[in-house]
């Protein structure tokens, strides 16, 4: 539990993500983050440790399901939002930035980091991605998966929720593409 202590009101977290000097979970509609350097601390009596309610950000109050680095920032999914979230050491700075409606995904382990600015995730309706605008900086989401959208979002329709966790994406390290990987196909 990320608990660590007496204090049963944190929420288990069903992913985590490790950035800067702390360690960053979702659970339910909060983003919970632990103490600086003190990656099993999450009560607020430790420096650094915290959470964001995320529900009043997402559209229809989501429950997150997974978390990315995106340049310098935080990019925290549900199932149709993108937050993308500026963390720091100190909770108080911590702000939101943007928000990407109508895609999101509910494969957390498909969600993947390519260099520090371009993130693929699976979405209900094919494979996409989180890239930055060259003209303003500002996130973007854009269809990397056309060719082969139907047979991708054909083949998540057919995954239920308990076997999400099932779908992972990964960088084949030769050719650096992306693989999506649901059940038996890659």
Same mark, same amino acid.
């Given at each position: 539990?990320?608990a660590?202590?007496?204090?049963?009101?944190?929420?288990?977290?069903?992913f985590?993500?490790?950035a800067?000097?702390k360690?960053?979970?979702?659970a339910?509609k909060?983003?919970y983050f *632990? @103490?600086v350097?003190?990656p099993?601390?999450w009560?607020t009596? &430790?420096?650094? +440790?915290?959470?964001i309610?995320?529900?009043a950000k997402?559209?229809g109050?989501?429950?997150?399901?997974?978390?990315?680095?995106?340049?310098?920032?935080?990019?925290?999914f549900?199932?149709?939002?993108?937050?993308?979230?500026?963390?720091?050491?100190d909770?108080?700075?911590?702000?939101?930035?943007?928000?990407?409606?109508?895609t999101?995904t509910r494969f957390?382990n498909s969600?993947?980091e390519?260099?520090?600015?371009?993130?693929f995730?699976?979405?209900e *309706? @094919?494979?996409?991605s989180?890239?930055?605008r060259a003209s303003? &900086?500002?996130? +973007?989401?854009?269809d990397?998966?056309v060719?082969?959208?139907?047979l991708?979002?054909?083949?998540?329709a057919e995954?239920?929720?308990?076997?999400?966790?099932?779908?992972?994406?990964?960088?084949e390290?030769?050719t650096g593409?992306?693989?999506l990987?649901?059940?038996d196909?890659?």
């Open positions: 539990a990320m660590g202590g007496s204090n049963d009101s944190l929420s288990r977290g069903t985590l993500k490790t800067d000097s360690v960053y979970a979702v339910g909060a983003l *632990s @103490g350097d003190a099993t601390k009560t009596d &430790n420096v650094g +440790a915290g959470f309610d995320m529900g997402t559209s109050g989501e429950e997150l399901t997974a978390l990315s680095r995106y340049q310098n920032y935080l990019a925290v549900a199932k149709r939002t993108i937050i993308i979230e500026y963390i720091d050491p909770p108080k700075l911590n702000r939101g930035i943007q928000t990407l409606r109508n999101g957390p969600v993947t390519l260099g520090d600015s371009d993130v995730y699976a979405d *309706s @094919g494979l996409r989180v890239q930055s303003t &900086n500002a996130a +973007a989401t854009t990397t998966g060719p082969v959208d139907p991708i979002s054909e083949r998540l995954v239920l929720d308990d076997e999400a966790f099932q779908v992972f994406g990964l960088i390290p030769r593409n992306f693989w990987i649901a059940r196909i890659i």
